[in-house]
């Protein structure tokens, strides 16, 4: 359905897999799993989402986009803007050089609230799951008043949190102890979609040294390749790690390759259509994202034989390199409140700064964020606590 300007309409909600449309869900309801991607999870997911309320948050975030399109729906001229698509704690991650959130998988243009009420959401079950619920209220502010500078100064970058010193400071693998530990995430695949992943190397090479000659012939020959079965909310799309020869043919500088299937966001009405769907990726890790990949592009489309659980299938992907210092934070990793407050401050300016060239935008956005914040403490407290009966009935309580 054509979708023009930056208006938006009310989301149809959550998918029903037999008849293939949408109906929100109403406030008060359990925001619940869609069935189809709990029949490709593993035990050891499911296992993860009975036991882990964070972990629950994480993998729902098509119903929780659903449910926070549907609660604004009714609020006028909500500025269009960059989104992350899933901004929550956990995308916070930290390189040898740099920090910020990451994993851009669901990055789209869309109203502001999506990002806001997404994040403000991890920060009370982060608060929660750590005892220090009575600072909740604190940390939203501090979250929105990064979010408000922003907006107000793009090209701000705050000080270095604590929390990321603490954890460079953890003892880094050597590169052959990463490039061991990365070949023991590729689960098998056969020769067919291995060919397949190798035809597709070729032609992404081809694609990416039009504006890298800088990369040696040979950069992207394959040396292994595997099915990757790693993260949570991505867990039912396809992933394949590709381990090419890198900047010389020494295998102790190999580099590893992460494609990843595009996901479909066109049953959320309130997203702007994106011109291409592998794109609207990478247009979000550049705008937004902080952390630099040595390589970050569309991938070919592939035909990939027995993919998941389809028969055959063609996969549109995207691919980025992987960076051997790069470490994502996890709730546990937080040593006191402050570190949260932190990584709140320093992701609201990260988020806030996603138009920095939009004068009128970002003007707009700050008048939004100032007048919805008792509406985003409301709407957020509320969607919570709806998540939280969703997770419970689906432990069985």
Known sequence: MHRTGRRYRLPLGLILGALGILVAP???????????????????????????????????????????????????????????????VEQFAVTEDAWGLDDFDDSARGPLFIDVIRFMGSIELAARERGWTRNRDALWTRFLEGYRRGLLTPGYRPPEPAIVRHIRQQSPATHAEFLAWGERQMQPMDEATKKSVITGMETFERFVRRERPDLRPGFFAVVSAG???MGVGSMGINKVLVRV?????????????????????????????????AVRIIDGTRQLGRLKHNILAVG???????????????????????????????????????????????SGVQLGAGEPQDLLVRKQALSAV????????????IIVNDLLAGWKEFRGE
């Open 26 to 88: 109403p406030a008060g309801a359990q925001l619940r799993p869609h069935p189809a991607a709990l029949a490709d999870a593993p035990d050891a997911l499911i296992e993860r989402l009975r036991a882990d309320p964070f972990t629950y948050f994480r993998f729902i975030n098509r119903a929780w986009i659903s449910r926070v399109c549907a609660a604004f729906a009714t609020v006028p001229r909500v500025p269009i803007v960059r989104l992350h698509g899933d901004a929550h």
């Open 227 to 229: 099915w990757l079965r």
């Open 370 to 381: 100032e007048s919805l914040d008792a509406r985003f403490r409301k709407e957020t407290s």
């Open 300 to 346: 070919p489309t592939l035909l990939i034989p027995g993919a998941a659980t389809r028969a055959e299938h063609w996969l549109e992907w995207w691919v980025a390199s992987w960076e051997p210092s790069y470490r994502e934070v996890h709730i546990s990793d937080l040593r006191t409140v402050q570190d949260l407050s932190d990584i709140a401050y320093d």
């Open 245 to 277: 020869q890198g900047p010389t043919d020494d295998p102790k500088d190999d580099v590893f390759l992460e494609g990843k299937e595009v996901t479909n966001l066109d049953d959320f009405e309130c997203l702007e259509a994106p011109t291409s769907t």
